[in-house]
């Protein structure tokens, strides 16, 4: 059952740093940290950067269930980090951050959307295939702990 209908994409704000650290530790991506998260938000890419609140008995949820971190420069959108917390996956949020992502992207002024991913991060990949996005290069190396190959995917907006 998805509840992505009980989920609110909303800005982050550096109240929320502590749970995407976390969240950002327990996915297993490339760490940014709580400085570059807190950074991004004043810079002007601020905007691109949301969190996923689930909506609990009227009130917002204390709880982050996902977010993600997005610049835009240069008429392109980068898709930096995407992650749900591991209770809240397989229910659409990723992709409900990704969408509203990619239309604040493209407000904007962005034309192309590009990410890099784990090559062995087969559910990631499926979700930014089903968003539109192809892979296009192949990075080697590119991740470090464990040491894998990035693929590099584009989105025309």
């Not at 509203?100 to 890099?116: D, P, Q, Y």
């Not at 559910?123 to 290069?137: D, H, R, T, W």
Request: charged letters at 25%.
């Amino acid at each position: 059952m998805h509840l992505t209908a009980e989920i609110t994409i909303i800005p982050m704000t550096e109240h929320d740093l502590l749970e995407v650290v976390e969240i950002e530790e327990q996915s297993g991506l490339s760490r940014w940290g709580w400085a570059a998260y807190y950074a991004e938000l004043q810079g002007h890419n601020r905007s691109l950067m949301l969190i996923a609140r689930p909506k609990a008995l009227g009130a917002e949820s204390p709880q982050v269930a996902g977010y993600i971190a997005a610049r835009a420069a240069a008429g392109e959108l980068h898709i930096n980090n995407v992650a749900v917390r591991e209770a809240f996956r397989r229910n659409g949020i990723g992709r409900l951050l990704l969408i509203r992502a990619l239309e604040e992207g493209k407000r904007l002024g962005a034309s192309s959307a590009f990410l890099e991913v784990r090559s062995g991060n087969l559910a990631a990949q499926s979700l930014y295939e089903k968003c539109g996005f192809v892979p296009i290069a192949r990075r080697p190396r590119y991740y470090s702990e464990p040491l894998e190959d990035a693929v590099v995917m584009r989105l025309g907006l």
